[in-house]
C-alpha cells in the first residue's frame, strides 16, 4: 500500500472513538444527522490470516469480503451465480471446461491490472505445491475439499481464463463464488512474499490499511472499484470485541454501528429500541458434537450412541439460542438438495441411554472430555452454555465430564488435531450445496492432522465413494438418492451429532441502509450507506 494511506496508531484511536463527534451520540441534533465518514462493526474474535486461500473462520472471511471477489460470486442475499471479476462464463456441454472472459478494466489495490495471467495466479498458487506462493504453513484445505476436480488452469487469451477438469463436478459453479478463490494480486506476493497473507490486496470496495492484532482491522474507500455502487463510508472499521456484553455496551453508547455474535437473550431490549434495526433470518450453519475417533474410548459406537441419545437438542435451541434457532436433524440445513425436512435419526431418550451406561460400568470410571470455546459463532451464541447443557444430560445418565474450555484459535488448533473426547463446533455454508457439509465431515480427505474439517477423523472408504460419486452425476434426482446413502452410512457410524441450526442475527445502526443478509452468513459491506435522519423522514 502507498505510506500515504497508512494512519498511526493515534489516528486508528481517533478513527474507532470519533463516532461519538460525527453522528452517533453527539452533542447536538445537528451533528447527530452529519454523515460519519466511517463505518464501525464490532465482532466476537480478530481474523486469523487475510488470505483467502487460507483461512476457515468466519471472522476472517468476513474482513476479506469487504477487500476481495472472484471470477463468479453470489446475486447481494441470494444463492445465485452471477459474474463478477468474469463478465460472462460458459460450461461446455461434458462439464469439464469453464471457460471465464475476464472482465475488462479492472484493477488490483496496488494498481496491477486484472488479466488472464494475474487470475490464474490465486489458483495456481493452490493447486502446484512447488509454486513459491504455496506457502508450507498452508494447509490449503478447501482446494482438497471443493476444486481438487480442476486439472489444469489455462490460458485461452489474455482476458480469457479456461479451468479443465479431471470429471465432471455438479457443485464447481457454487464453490467458484466462495472466498477461498477470491482472486489476489500476484504482486502482494512479490512485495510481501510469505507475509502476504498479513497484507491484503484484492479488487474489492474497500483496501487495506492496517491491522491492530486482536484491536481492528482497518480499510479504506477503494476509488478505482469497478463496480456500482462505490463504498458508502471513507473507512471501514471491523473491531474485535470479544465479550457480547462489552460489544453490546459500545452499540448502545454509540460507539460502534453495528454487531453480531450477540446473545439471543439481548435482543428483547434492542427490539424496543428505535436506534437499531435487527436483521435476523435462518443460517446455513450446523452447530455439532463431534466424536473424535483418534481417542481409544470415543471408537466405541456404543457409548456413541448413548451420548447421542442423552444430549436434548430441543433444550439448546430453548435454552442456549434462546429459540433464535431450530434442532439440527441432519449434518446439513434441510433446505440443501437430499437432506430430509424431517426429525432425523438420533432421538432422544434418557432411559434407554441411562441403561446402556448401567450395562458400561467401564464408561464411567474417568471424565469424559468436552472441548469448546468461548467466543460467539452464529450455530453457538453462546457455546460454554451449550457445553455446560451438555454436561448436565451426560451426568444425568451417569457419565463424568469435563469440559475444557479455550479461546478460539486454540480450540481450533486442538480439534485439527482430534486431540479431545468430545468436541464442540460448527460449519457455516461457503457454498449452497450437500457437498460443502458432508464432504467437510466426513471425507477421508478433509481428516489431515493439523487442518482436519473432518475433525472426527472418520474414514470410510463407502462414504468416500458415495461422496465423490454425488459429485460427478448432474442429474439431481440422482443426487438427492445418492445423499440419501450417505446420510444411512454417517447414522449408522455416527462420527458427530448435529445438534442446532442457528439464526443469523445482525443488529445495525438504523440509519444504515444498502445491508443484505447473505445465506452464506457473509458480511458484504460495499453497498452499505448512510442515511442520516433529516433525509429518512
Keep these: 500500500m502507498r505510506s500515504s494511506t497508512r494512519y498511526t496508531v493515534g489516528l486508528l484511536l481517533l478513527v474507532v472513538t470519533g463516532f461519538l463527534l460525527i453522528g452517533c451520540g453527539g452533542a447536538s441534533d445537528k451533528l447527530e444527522n452529519r454523515i460519519p465518514s466511517a463505518f464501525i462493526f464490532a465482532r466476537g474474535a480478530d481474523a486469523q490470516k487475510l488470505d483467502p486461500a487460507d483461512v476457515d473462520d468466519g471472522e476472517s472471511v468476513n474482513t476479506m469480503a469487504q477487500m476481495f471477489e472472484g471470477l463468479v460470486g453470489f446475486v447481494p442475499g441470494t444463492l445465485d451465480v452471477e459474474p463478477h471479476l468474469a463478465a460472462s462464463y460458459e460450461i461446455s456441454n461434458d462439464g469439464l471446461q469453464y471457460t471465464f472472459k475476464i472482465r475488462e478494466g479492472v484493477l488490483f489495490h496496488d494498481g496491477t491490472p486484472l488479466n488472464a495471467e494475474a487470475a490464474r495466479f490465486s489458483f495456481d498458487r493452490q493447486m502446484n505445491p512447488e509454486h513459491p506462493a504455496h506457502f508450507p504453513t498452508a494447509s490449503f484445505q478447501y482446494w482438497q475439499n471443493l476444486y481438487a476436480d480442476i486439472q489444469r488452469v489455462e490460458i485461452v487469451d489474455s482476458m480469457t481464463l479456461r479451468l479443465q477438469l479431471s470429471r465432471p463436478n455438479a457443485a464447481l459453479l457454487t464453490s467458484l463464488a466462495s472466498f477461498p478463490v477470491w482472486l489476489v494480486s500476484p504482486e502482494s506476493f512479490n512485495k510481501y512474499g510469505d507475509q502476504m497473507p498479513f497484507n491484503p ?35 471501514l472499521v471491523m473491531r474485535s470485541i470479544p465479550l457480547n456484553t462489552s460489544r453490546l455496551s459500545e452499540l448502545l453508547a454509540g460507539k460502534i454501528h453495528g454487531l453480531d455474535g450477540i446473545q439471543p437473550s439481548e435482543l428483547s431490549d434492542l427490539k424496543d429500541d428505535p436506534r437499531f434495526e435487527i436483521h435476523q433470518a435462518p443460517g446455513m450453519n450446523v452447530g455439532y458434537l463431534a466424536f473424535s475417533l483418534l481417542s481409544e474410548r470415543m471408537q466405541d459406537l456404543e457409548l456413541r450412541k448413548a451420548i447421542s441419545m442423552a444430549i436434548d437438542r430441543e433444550n439448546l435451541v430453548d435454552l442456549a439460542l434462546d429459540g433464535y434457532g431450530s434442532v439440527a436433524a441432519y449434518p446439513a440445513p434441510s433446505s440443501f438438495l437430499g437432506i430430509p425436512d424431517d426429525e432425523g435419526p438420533i432421538r432422544h431418550d434418557m432411559v434407554a441411554a441411562k441403561a446402556m451406561v448401567e450395562e458400561h460400568p467401564e464408561w464411567t470410571r474417568k471424565a469424559i472430555q468436552l472441548a469448546t470455546f468461548g467466543q460467539p459463532r452464529t450455530y453457538f451464541p453462546d457455546p460454554s452454555r451449550v457445553a455446560s447443557l451438555i454436561r448436565n444430560d451426560l451426568e444425568a445418565i451417569g457419565l463424568k465430564v469435563e469440559i475444557i474450555n479455550r479461546e478460539f484459535k486454540s480450540h481450533l488448533h486442538t480439534t485439527r488435531r482430534g486431540e479431545f473426547d468430545l468436541g464442540l463446533l460448527g460449519w457455516m455454508a461457503d457454498t449452497p450445496d450437500p457437498d460443502n457439509f458432508l464432504s467437510t465431515f466426513f471425507h477421508s480427505r478433509a481428516a489431515i492432522h493439523g487442518s482436519a474439517t473432518n475433525i472426527s477423523f472418520y474414514k470410510n472408504g463407502e462414504m468416500d465413494a458415495l461422496l465423490d460419486a454425488a459429485l460427478a452425476v448432474p442429474d439431481l434426482e440422482k443426487r438427492k438418492q445418492i445423499y440419501k446413502q450417505a446420510l444411512e452410512v454417517w447414522a449408522r457410524d455416527l462420527p458427530l451429532i448435529p445438534l442446532v441450526q442457528g439464526n443469523q442475527i445482525t443488529v445495525l445502526d438504523k440509519r444504515i441502509r444498502g445491508y443484505l443478509l447473505s445465506p452464506t452468513g457473509n458480511h458484504f459491506f460495499g453497498p452499505v450507506y448512510w442515511e442520516a435522519e433529516e433525509q429518512a423522514n
Excluded at 205 to 217: I, K, L, T
Aim: no cysteine; charged share 30%.
Design 201 to 235: 490486496v484484492g479488487t474489492g470496495p474497500y483496501r487495506f490499511v492496517e491491522w491492530r492484532s486482536n484491536e481492528a482491522v482497518l480499510m479504506e474507500r477503494n476509488p478505482d472499484y469497478w463496480r456500482e455502487p462505490q463504498a458508502g463510508f471513507d473507512r
